[in-house]
């Protein structure tokens, strides 16, 4: 059976693994479904049609699957998906999507939610990734993987944060980030590589090095992003398979990128 405390609310029509955790005074909506071991730890509401994988660390106050803040809602059925293995820390609020996208805001795995995170209607958020105290992600956000997001920064509607790059503190991200850079300020400006971030996991010198001179060809060579294209392609791809990263960070961008 389900560890569900007394005082938690349970809809008939949620669907809870027998070894997750349900503390006191959740709230557990239509339609929800909570994987294997998937702790929700106490006051915490699931509104509904929301998917839960396994593995999760769901605190106190935090608000998931709630009717998307759109002004065009008008309460269709659609989702919120979360994958495994993430931490939602206090106050976080995660919305379902809307009819006018993929019906869908989706989570990944491994992610760490401090304190009054938002993530808003429509978002993709990937793996491996660190979303710091009061970070606001507007709608229709896609976050790749392995990223961190400095806290009180905010991310404007229909942004890409591409893997592995690092937004600084009180950062508002009005344009794409690129892959492996690191950026900050209001409005942001990007300030090099996230070298630091390329180490911690280990990566070799030579890598890292192609890297940088890859940063280089894009924000510091006056070439055009065509001509950039160009040398990453021909010249640094076959030596360095990451660079495509890089490639499609510049090709995928429909905002521009941040300079």
Known sequence: MSQIHPTALISPSATIDETAFIGPYC???DEVTIGAHTTLHRHVVVTKLTRIGKHNQIYQFASIGEDPQDLKYDGERTWLEIGDYNTIREACSLHRGTAQDKELTKIGSHNLLMVNTHIAHDCSIGDHNVLANNV???GHV???DHTIIGGN???H???RVDDYSLVGGASLILKDVAAFTMVSGNPAHVHGLNIEGMRRKNWSQQTIDILRQAYLTIFRSGLTTVQALTVLQEELLPTEPRIQLLI????QSKRGVVR
């Open 27 to 29: 709230i557990v909506g």
């Open 136 to 138: 606001g992600i507007a």
């Open 142 to 144: 896609s976050i790749g």
């Open 153 to 155: 920064s905010g991310i």
């Open 157 to 159: 509607q229909f942004c």
């Open 248 to 251: 499609d960070s510049l090709q």
